[in-house]
């Protein structure tokens, strides 16, 4: 199994306050992605990373914003949480995403993180 | 635009039945892969296979076969002689060039014993 975790794994907060998730992995990957699971959606992309530094929106990315500091470490933000963004949050990583039958493509995911705004 | 449909919402089944799972996608890339992934009650996302547009053979694994058609633009899933362990929520997802996956909205399979 991918090396993969997020904190919390649970979380209640209350509307307009702020609330970080984080994503630590210890494969080394270079790609990280935040997705949002919702009844009846699927998992839909909030913000994916492809390095240090470098990170770019994903299909929902409105009232989210993202960190990544360090190769390890992936940090979702809402800066005022809304009752609209009560989701399970998953971070997920890969190796590559050069095409290729050779590449190792494949997403990764984490436990998920619950989060309730109240 | 890119999409995936998977439009059996809940699947009911008794134990060793076979079941399949349906899943379409739309893309205009020539090169694309595809995915499927298992949601235990439990929570986590588990991969269970990918395939890439240049290879449509079809695949199995113990008791999982994929069936992926270009023409119909179709990947679907059979589970041969189901088990209880196998209820779970299925995803099959597409990924674009940069990476990113779009999932379809899941099967939710139950199997009674």
């Known amino acids: 199994d991918a090396g993969i975790t997020q904190s919390p794994r649970h979380k209640v907060t209350e509307t307009g306050t702020p609330v970080t998730l984080r994503c630590h992995q210890t494969?080394?990957?270079?790609?990280m992605y935040w997705y949002r699971q919702d009844p009846g959606h699927g998992l839909r992309l909030i913000h994916y990373s492809y390095g240090v530094k470098d990170t770019d929106k994903g299909e929902v990315s409105d009232g989210y914003s993202v960190s990544r500091s360090k190769t390890e470490d992936f940090l979702l933000t809402l800066e005022s949480a809304t009752s609209s963004q009560t989701s399970v949050y998953f971070c997920a990583i890969s190796e590559s995403f050069k095409w290729g039958a050779r590449s190792s493509y494949e997403q990764y995911f984490g436990p998920g993180t619950r989060l309730t705004v109240t | 635009a890119q999409k995936v449909t998977q439009a059996q919402t809940e699947i009911s089944v008794v134990e060793k039945e076979d079941v399949t799972l349906d899943c379409v996608y739309e893309?205009?890339?020539?090169?694309?892969?595809l995915f499927w992934y298992k949601q235990p009650p439990s929570g986590e996302l588990v991969f269970l296979i990918r395939r890439n547009s240049f290879d449509e053979q079809n695949e199995i694994s113990g008791r999982y076969s994929w069936n992926f058609q270009k023409s119909t633009s179709s990947f679907n899933f059979t589970i041969t002689a189901s088990q209880v362990v196998d209820s779970a929520v299925y995803f099959c997802?597409?990924?674009?060039?940069?990476?990113?996956?779009?999932f379809g909205q899941g099967t939710e399979l139950s199997v009674k014993p």
């Open positions: 893309t205009r890339d020539t090169t694309y892969y």
């Open positions: 494969e080394n990957h270079r790609y």
């Open positions: 997802a597409l990924s674009d060039q940069g990476g990113k996956l779009i």
